[in-house]
């Protein structure tokens, strides 16, 4: 299967882990077909995939947040938002 039909078979906007076999596994931990509000597609493979993210730290979840500057993320675009959305 290419590329093209694996990103036609998903939703758009819905993040999932990256499956062993596909583009990106062992590199990358998720991946999202981004549609903004313009209709602009991507898909974008994001998130380490060696890390433990222990996001249940309340600690490490504020130290995140501020270092990938999360509030400040609003481009559905960017591997960065779809990050911060995460925690």
Known sequence: MSRQEAAKRMAYNKPRRIR???PGY???KFVVLARNAAGK?????????????????????????A??????????????YWSCKKW
């Open 41 to 65: 597609t991507r898909l974008i493979r994001y998130g380490d995939a060696n890390m433990k993210i222990k996001k249940s730290n309340p600690a490490r979840r504020k130290s995140f947040r």
């Open 67 to 80: 270092r990938h500057k999360c509030s400040e993320q609003k481009d559905k675009l960017s591997a960065a």
């Open 26 to 28: 062992g590199k990358k």
């Open 20 to 22: 062993k076999g596909e």
